[in-house]
């Protein structure tokens, strides 16, 4: 991935909320999450993914953390 994706991708998963108790969505809008769509810092999904993309981060010579 271009690191200009990878950086969008990075802003993408820094805007999740933190967690479901600290959200402010409805109960009907919490209803409707997806099963592969990130919602919350706490989720396991958001927390690979964040690893996985500050992996790949770090191989760039470009990029400063």
Avoid: F, N
């Avoid at 402010?24 to 990130?38: R, Y």
Wanted: charged share 40%; with cysteine.
């Amino acid at each position: 991935m271009h690191t200009g994706s990878l950086m969008s991708r990075r802003t993408q998963l820094l805007r999740c909320e933190e967690s479901e108790e600290l959200s402010d969505l409805t109960e009907e809008e919490k209803q409707k999450t997806e099963k592969d769509i990130i919602k919350y810092k706490q989720s396991e999904l958001w927390k690979i993914a964040y690893s996985q993309l500050k992996e790949v981060l770090a191989k760039r010579e470009h990029y400063k953390k």
